[in-house]
């Protein structure tokens, strides 16, 4: 039970998230300039883990993610499964308290995960895979976004109740 609560809280802290992203993007008229929080939370979680943790916790991410949107859900989970592993990958090579590297890391995945995401709506919704550029252009002012907060907001992120009790350093 000790083991299960940080994780219960992710899944509260991802699922917030989630919901912000929707009221950013919906009601306060953002639409793509809004940045991916749950991925950004994600991300800025993983900073802080061993490996052996990072499939479990994006597992957790993608599951409350999932739970929020209208997206497919195992297109969510593979994404997020796919954002993590490269997250945790990218942590282990390089450090993620340099803000260039962690800014780069956060926009590269919301960028990433933002075009599978588009990749599988236009393929559901027409019968056949995106070829067009345009896809990939609507999901950078996301990424830029993402990017930025890493910049800003980091720190905050990684000091969430809950995301310290299932800390340990990578380095």
């Known amino acids: 039970m000790n083991r299960l609560a940080p994780?219960?809280?992710?899944?509260?802290?991802?699922?917030v998230a989630t919901v912000?992203?929707?009221?950013?993007?919906?009601?306060?008229?953002?639409?793509?300039f809004a940045p991916d929080l749950p991925l950004f939370l994600l991300v800025a979680a993983l900073g802080q883990l061993y490996r052996s943790d990072a499939v479990r916790v994006s597992l957790?991410?993608?599951?409350?993610r999932a739970s929020f949107t209208v997206e497919p859900p195992f297109a969510i989970l593979a994404g997020t499964l796919a954002v993590g592993l490269v997250a945790d990958t990218v942590r282990r090579i390089a450090d993620l308290s340099r803000p260039l590297t962690r800014s780069v890391l956060v926009g590269a995945a919301a960028f990433g995960l933002g075009l599978w995401l588009r990749l599988v709506d236009t393929d559901r919704a027409t019968g056949v895979g995106a070829r067009d550029l345009v896809v990939a252009v609507e999901v950078v002012p996301t990424a830029i976004s993402s990017a930025l907060l890493a910049l800003v907001a980091w720190r905050a992120a990684q000091a969430l109740p809950g995301l310290r009790r299932i800390e340990r350093r990578a380095f």
């Open 7 to 15: 994780y219960l809280l992710l899944a509260v802290w991802s699922s």
């Open 20 to 32: 912000l992203q929707g009221l950013a993007v919906e009601v306060l008229g953002f639409g793509v």
């Open 60 to 64: 957790v991410a993608g599951l409350a």
